[in-house]
T-cell receptor
Framework: AQSVSQHNHHVILSEAASLELGCNYSYGGTVNLFWYVQYPGQHLQLLLKYFSGDPLVKGIKGFEAEFIKSKFSFNLRKPSVQWSDTAEYFCAVNAASGTYKYIFGTGTRLKVLA | GEEVAQTPKHLVRGEGQKAKLYCAPIKGHSYVFWYQQVLKNEFKFLISFQNENVFDETGMPKERFSAKCLPNSPCSLEIQATKLEDSAVYFC????????????FGDGTRLSIL
């Protein structure tokens, strides 16, 4: 069955700490991968995406993610978090061909302490 | 417009009543997706459209749920005879074209069934 797993449900960090959020997927075929952020009271915003090519992708706000095909993983990283990064983070996958519906992970709630 | 516009923001219905939600996709986007978010983190795909045609309805409950995207009108999601379990936030998203382009999300409609 198609699924996306985010193992860290809640993460608490101090400002300037490094961040890595895990995302693993189970999906037959070629996939596109996405990370979205949802700030309190706001809609989902795209942080970054991977379609093909360089497996290390850079997104907005200093975030990056690495696609490791052999591990079916697409972990999100940021070298130094800020208080304003407090939000919920969702990993999503869809098929590179097909109906393009997203399969979402259950999200990781990040709290950054000032 | 440049944003996906969902109305209303909040909708309260008594059990058994009808609920209708609306979504105006970003101008020029061909695909519209509906997702249901329950328990604040789990997204479930409901249905997608390519222009006014149903593209994928594999997530739609067979009974009570229906959706349309008609030309020159907002898309709609309608729930007949609502049940307590329909309480959720319903998100609409749109994307430009095939090839797994990122989906742009609206702010969601919070549906509360009393």
């Amino acid at each position: 069955a198609q699924s996306v797993s985010q193992h860290n449900h809640h993460v608490i960090l101090s400002e300037a700490a490094s961040l890595e959020l895990g995302c693993n997927y189970s999906y037959g075929g070629t996939v596109n991968l996405f990370w979205y952020v949802q700030y309190p009271g706001q809609h989902l915003q795209l942080l970054l995406k991977y379609f093909s090519g360089d497996p290390l992708v850079k997104g907005i706000k200093g975030f990056e993610a690495e696609f490791i095909k052999s591990k079916f993983s697409f972990n999100l990283r940021k070298p130094s978090v800020q208080w304003s990064d407090t939000a919920e983070y969702f990993c999503a996958v869809n098929a590179a061909s097909g109906t393009y519906k997203y399969i979402f992970g259950t999200g990781t709630r990040l709290k950054v302490l000032a | 417009g440049e944003e996906v516009a969902q109305t209303p923001k909040h909708l309260v219905r008594g059990e058994g009543q009808k609920a209708k939600l609306y979504c105006a996709p970003i101008k020029g986007h061909s695909y519209v997706f509906w997702y249901q978010q329950v328990l604040k983190n789990e997204f479930k795909f409901l249905i997608s459209f390519q222009n006014e045609n149903v593209f994928d309805e594999t997530g739609m409950p067979k009974e009570r749920f229906s959706a349309k995207c008609l030309p020159n009108s907002p898309c709609s999601l309608e729930i007949q005879a609502t049940k307590l379990e329909d309480s959720a936030v319903y998100f609409c998203a749109s994307s430009q074209s095939q090839g797994g382009q990122p989906q742009h999300f609206g702010d969601g409609t919070r549906l509360s069934i009393l």
